[in-house]
Nanobody
């Protein structure tokens, strides 16, 4: 079992930045591809970003490409999401996720591919 705990959310003005962290326990993260998803009120959860287990590969939703950066520190069992140039439409609860990976090149964009989810952290961007 992998337990994931997100932190770093909060209220920020449009154009500002936030850095989300996801601390894992129970297993070492080096075996897992990691992802971030978000869910706004009344909407379906959306894929945001993913990173392969060794950090060599990543992929972003078009809506955040060029503004968000996913990274990981396997020695600290932690994953990060650096968010810049934030927009009001980025307002959502952000969830950290983990999926057992078969190779260093694997990463995943589908919700059902992730077995482990954190409890979420709220990000609110004011206009």
């Amino acid at each position: 079992q992998v337990q994931l705990v997100e932190s770093g959310g909060g209220l920020v003005q449009a154009g500002g930045s936030l850095r989300l962290s996801c601390a894992a326990s129970g297993r070492t993260l080096s075996s897992y591809a990691m992802g971030w998803f978000r869910q706004a009120p009344g909407k379906e959860g959306d894929f945001v970003a993913t990173i392969s287990r060794n950090g060599g590969f990543g992929y972003y939703a078009d809506s955040v490409k060029g503004r968000f950066t996913i990274s990981r520190d396997n020695a600290k069992n932690t994953v990060f999401l650096q968010m810049s140039s934030l927009k009001p439409e980025d307002t959502a609860v952000y969830y950290c996720t983990a999926a057992s990976a078969n190779s260093d090149a694997d990463y995943y964009t589908g919700r059902r591919q992730y077995a482990y989810w954190g409890q979420g952290t709220q990000v609110t961007v004011s206009s």
